[in-house]
C-alpha cells in the first residue's frame, strides 16, 4: 500500500506547490483513493500532474469534514472523473449524484481493507487502510482528537500510522505505540511531536510518499 501526499502547507519535492489544505492519494492494488482534495483545485491539479497522477485513474474520493481547505479541489476533480464514488461525511451536504454518492452514516467497511471511522463528534471521519503491520489511519484536522480517532480506528484492528493534520493535538503519550507518525498541515506542534518520537515521527509536505506491506 502505497500513500503520496499531494496537498500540504509544505513541500517535499521540488516543482510542487504549496497551500493551506492537505490531501492524499492511497494506493492498494488497483485501487486509488483521493484523500480529501485541498483548498484549490488549480494547486491539487498541477501538483497531481507533476507527480504523475491521473485524475481519471482514481476510483474513490473520500472526503474527511466540509473545510473548504479540504474540499475545494474536489468539484475540479468530479469534473474531470465522471465514475469515481465519492464518500461524504454526513455533515456535507454540498454534493448531491445519486448513485455515485455514499454518505457514510457509521463506522464500517468501505471495501476491501479500507474503513471509516464514522462522522466523530467535530463532523470529521477518518480513514483507516489495512495493512500486514497493521492499520494506517490517515485523518484531516482531527477535528474530534486524535484520540477519539485512533481509539475508533482501533475496532477495525491495531493501528501502526498516523498521516494527516493533527491540529492543537498535545496528548504526545498517546503516540507511543505507533511505527510512524506524519503530522502535517494545520498540526501545530510539529517539533514537540518530532522531539517525543524522533525514531518515529517524520514530516511531511507535498510528494512525501509512504510505502506499507
Given at each position: 500500500?502505497?500513500?503520496?501526499?499531494?496537498?500540504?502547507?509544505?513541500?517535499?519535492?521540488?516543482?510542487?506547490?504549496?497551500?493551506?489544505?492537505?490531501?492524499?492519494?492511497?494506493?492498494?492494488?488497483?485501487?486509488?483513493?483521493?484523500?480529501?482534495?485541498?483548498?484549490?483545485?488549480?494547486?491539487?491539479?498541477?501538483?497531481?500532474?507533476?507527480?504523475?497522477?491521473?485524475?481519471?485513474?482514481?476510483?474513490?474520493?473520500?472526503?474527511?469534514?466540509?473545510?473548504?481547505?479540504?474540499?475545494?479541489?474536489?468539484?475540479?476533480?468530479?469534473?474531470?472523473?465522471?465514475?469515481?464514488?465519492?464518500?461524504?461525511?454526513?455533515?456535507?451536504?454540498?454534493?448531491?449524484?445519486?448513485?455515485?454518492?455514499?454518505?457514510?452514516?457509521?463506522?464500517?467497511?468501505?471495501?476491501?481493507?479500507?474503513?471509516?471511522?464514522g462522522e466523530l463528534p467535530g463532523a470529521e471521519q477518518s480513514l483507516a487502510v489495512k495493512t500486514r503491520k497493521g492499520l494506517v489511519v490517515i485523518c484531516g484536522c482531527s477535528h474530534p482528537g486524535v484520540g477519539a480517532i485512533l481509539q475508533a480506528a482501533s475496532r477495525f484492528g491495531r493501528v501502526s500510522a498516523l498521516i494527516g493534520g493533527l491540529h492543537g493535538f498535545q496528548e504526545y503519550e498517546i503516540l507511543a505505540d505507533l511505527e510512524l507518525v506524519c503530522p502535517c498541515h494545520c498540526t501545530q506542534h510539529q517539533a514537540e511531536i518530532m522531539a517525543h518520537y524522533p525514531e518515529t515521527a517524520v514530516s511531511g509536505g507535498a510528494g512525501k510518499v509512504f510505502q506499507f506491506d
Open positions: 500500500m502505497k500513500v503520496t501526499i499531494i496537498y500540504d502547507n509544505e513541500t517535499w519535492l521540488p516543482g510542487l506547490e504549496a497551500d493551506w489544505g492537505f490531501s492524499c492519494l492511497v494506493e492498494e492494488e488497483d485501487r486509488r483513493l483521493l484523500f480529501d482534495t485541498g483548498a484549490k483545485g488549480a494547486v491539487l491539479l498541477a501538483n497531481m500532474k507533476h507527480l504523475g497522477i491521473d485524475p481519471l485513474s482514481i476510483t474513490a474520493v473520500f472526503i474527511s469534514h466540509a473545510h473548504w481547505d479540504h474540499v475545494g479541489g474536489l468539484p475540479e476533480v468530479l469534473r474531470r472523473n465522471r465514475h469515481a464514488r465519492v464518500y461524504l461525511p454526513p455533515s456535507y451536504l454540498e454534493v448531491a449524484e445519486a448513485g455515485r454518492v455514499v454518505r457514510v452514516q457509521s463506522p464500517g467497511r468501505l471495501f476491501e481493507n479500507f474503513f471509516s471511522t
